[in-house]
Nanobody
Framework: QVQLVESGGGSVQAGGSLRLSCVAS????????MAWYRQAPGKQRELVGT??????????DSLKGRFTISRDTRDHTKNTIDLQMNSLKVEDTAVYYC?????????WGQGTQVTVSS
């Protein structure tokens, strides 16, 4: 089992920034990627971006340039990832979920709310 705990959500005005963090614990061996997803009210959950074990990142095309996923270098276990969100828009309002991927399946955090107001 992998446990994921997100933090850093909150409310911000349009144009502002937020940084989310996700700490993975438990049986993290064989996690080949971690990711951030988001789910806005009334919409399906969508992929924000992914970071592989070699720190290669990919992003949803529409978020490139505003969102950045990185691994927290202060965590020597490499089990903490961050999501830096800049130039936030009202449409970025959603619950943001951390995800860890193993060949055997995916693990999810409980989510953290991000609210962007105009």
């Amino acid at each position: 089992q992998v446990q994921l705990v997100e933090s850093g959500g909150g409310s911000v005005q349009a144009g502002g920034s937020l940084r989310l963090s996700c700490v993975a614990s438990g049986v993290t061996a064989n996690v080949y990627a971690m990711a951030w997803y988001r789910q806005a009210p009334g919409k399906q959950r969508e992929l924000v971006g992914t970071i592989l074990t070699d720190d290669t990142t990919t992003y949803q095309d529409s978020l490139k340039g505003r969102f950045t996923i990185s691994r927290d270098t202060r965590d020597h276990t490499k089990n903490t990832i961050d999501l830096q969100m800049n130039s936030l828009k009202v449409e970025d309002t959603a619950v943001y979920y951390c995800n860890a991927k193993k060949i055997t399946g995916d693990y999810w955090g409980q989510g953290t709310q991000v609210t962007v107001s105009s």
